[in-house]
């Protein structure tokens, strides 16, 4: 037996990247604007989602879809919105994969869903890689975890559209300095749209469901690339 | 520790790879990973071989080529080579944050594999 060279030249994450696209087509063509939540654990995104969904789904449809290793808590705080929320377990994957939220998603009637939030599994390093098929990359950083977060992890950072700096109530607190860590931001990712909330107070609430709404209508206001995947 | 699910894609697409070419065992992947790719290189190699257990890469080597992050000035258009994994300031002029343009690689490369035994006979 002699061995012989095969060129491949493949995308180790291929299938989830055309799962994705998939996905987006999908999306596409019903209209809806997904947003993939990533943070580290207890960051708050679901405090915060939660907040965020109350607001928009004043005049929209939305619903949630959340990651997590274990429990369905996540899902049942992100019902108190009102919207529809399901529970994604991971088991012990420590990140969402698109072939998981395509089946979470099963039975749901795309056409009636403005807006799709993934909140992923609290990680700050491993959601980098895998495509969701999402519009928007919302990052959030706590005010309890330090200005520097940004600096320490930038290939997931380098990857969003979009940082809320959470926890705002606790900053006084916990001595955060807000300008270092929106120079931090800024040096980590020029341009990346900053928001300071907090889920306890609701500050910063409006602002973000105001800036999703806009992305929203952008989308609606875009020709739907109704190519099939 | 995403390398598990890496590194199960990678042994998917490499038995499809090999299956389809005929051909039978797998001796060795060659396979980049960028330094913005989000993969550590050494917990790929400590996952890959207890997931290629029972599988056509049973026993094959991985061999990885680590491709460094390779970015262009926005302001400047500079281009470089950086160290680690930014965040990135321009070297020639001090611009923060220029595009990256390369080491987000994650790409099974070439393969060597065995002819199939029954082609053999």
Known sequence: MKPRILEVRTKILKKNDEIARAMRARFGVSGVYVVNVVSSPGAGKTGLLTRVMTELSRDM???AVVGDLATEHDAARLAESGCEARQISTGTLCHLEADMVEKAIEGWSLDGIDVLFIENVGNLVCPQGFDLGEDLRLLLF???EGEDKPLKYPTLINTCDAVAISKMDLAVAVGFDLETAKANTEKARPGVAVFETSARTGAGVDELAAFLRERVAAKRAEP???VAP | MHELSIAASLIEIAEDAAREAGAGRVRALRVRVGALSGVVIEALEFVYAAAAEGT??????????????????????????MEGVGPFICESCGAP????????????????????????S
Do not use: F, K, Q, S
């Open chain 1, 61 to 63: 449809t939305v619903v």
């Open chain 1, 142 to 144: 706590p005010v309890t």
């Open chain 1, 224 to 226: 739907v690339d109704a």
């Open chain 2, 56 to 81: 056509l890469c049973e026993g094959a080597r991985l061999e990885i080529e680590a491709v460094p992050a390779r970015v262009r000035c926005r302001v400047c258009t500079y281009e470089a080579v």
């Open chain 2, 97 to 120: 944050g220029p595009e990256v343009v390369g080491g987000r690689d994650l790409e099974l490369v070439t393969m060597e594999v065995d002819e199939h035994e029954a082609a053999n």
